[in-house]
């Protein structure tokens, strides 16, 4: 996953997954939070706290012979103090990290 700079509200993340993938994790990611999905559209909301995801294209990133899933993921925050975002990132990129090795 790597961040593209965006305006201070939001971030997009490129993700080596697919949409399937990545609402398969969304659950442990959003853990207590109202979900609504609506195609690659996904909001979040928690009290006065509101999350906007936007699912680009699903993509294919080539790397010699390896070919993995990319999917730039678009995370727009609304009602956030730095430390409520940093909280939600850390749980976010818990729930999609990769093991490896």
Do not use: C
Not at 17 to 32: N, Y
């Amino acid at each position: 996953m790597t961040d593209q700079a965006m305006p201070e509200d939001s971030l997009v993340r490129h993700m080596a997954l697919t949409h399937v993938e990545f609402l398969r994790s969304l659950p442990a990611a959003a853990e207590g939070w109202v979900q609504e999905i609506d195609g690659p559209r996904i909001l979040l909301t928690r009290d006065r706290h509101r999350v906007e995801i936007n699912l680009g294209q699903e993509g294919e990133r080539r790397i010699g012979s390896l070919r993995l899933p990319q999917t730039d993921v678009e995370l727009r925050f609304f009602g956030f103090d730095d430390d409520t975002r940093r909280a939600f990132l850390k749980r976010f990129d818990l729930a999609y990290q990769r093991g490896g090795g």
